[in-house]
């Protein structure tokens, strides 16, 4: 029997890799460009992107279940999953949005602002992406308790 744990780390490894390689390698730039974009097309784009997202991290998770013999229950991973794609569609409608200014700010780029970021995200062009990332990897981790 897998402790919890050993549960919750390894589904963290599979679901952070899954994430890693899903947001750059496996991410058409089609999607990319487009789906912090506006209007249905925008959330159609990123849509796209969270589906795959969302695919190859349960894929990573069935993996790794089959491979070290987690004994993931089934209702937890599907739960796990849910929260990262929910969260990651969340912060992904911001792409191309991280230094817009306070009065125009939606989502997490106003939860930022909010929460003393927006005078690092006026200055420095590589804010943003590590603010995404921080987010997403806090959400993958959070999936990865659900899980265990």
């Known amino acids: 029997m897998t402790s919890r744990a050993a549960r919750a780390a390894a589904t963290y490894a599979a679901l952070t890799?899954?994430?890693?390689?899903?947001?750059?390698w496996g991410q058409p730039d089609a999607?990319?460009?487009?789906k912090?974009?506006?209007?249905?097309?925008?959330?159609?784009?990123?849509?796209g992107h969270v589906?795959?997202?969302?695919?190859?991290?349960?894929g990573a998770l069935y993996g790794a279940d089959r491979l070290l013999?987690?004994?993931?229950?089934?209702?937890?991973?599907?739960?796990?999953?849910?929260?990262?794609?929910?969260?990651?569609?969340?912060a992904d409608r911001q792409g191309g949005h991280?230094?817009?200014p306070p009065e125009t700010a939606r989502?997490?780029?106003?939860?930022?602002?909010?929460?003393?970021k927006g005078r690092w995200l006026a200055r420095d062009p590589g804010a943003g992406p590590l603010l995404d990332q921080s987010w997403h990897k806090?959400?993958?981790?959070?999936?990865?308790?659900?899980?265990?």
């Not at 589906?51 to 349960?58: D, G, H, M, V």
């Not at 989502?107 to 003393?116: I, K, S, Y």
């Open 69 to 90: 013999g987690l004994g993931l229950r089934p209702r937890r991973a599907a739960a796990a999953l849910a929260i990262s794609a929910v969260t990651h569609y969340a």
């Open 36 to 47: 912090g974009g506006p209007g249905p097309a925008g959330a159609a784009a990123c849509a």
């Open 31 to 34: 999607l990319a460009a487009r």
């Open 138 to 148: 806090t959400w993958v981790a959070i999936a990865a308790a659900v899980t265990a």
């Open 107 to 116: 989502g997490l780029v106003r939860l930022a602002q909010r929460t003393g």
């Open 51 to 58: 589906a795959l997202y969302t695919a190859l991290q349960a």
């Open 98 to 100: 991280w230094q817009d």
């Open 17 to 24: 890799a899954a994430h890693e390689f899903a947001d750059y």
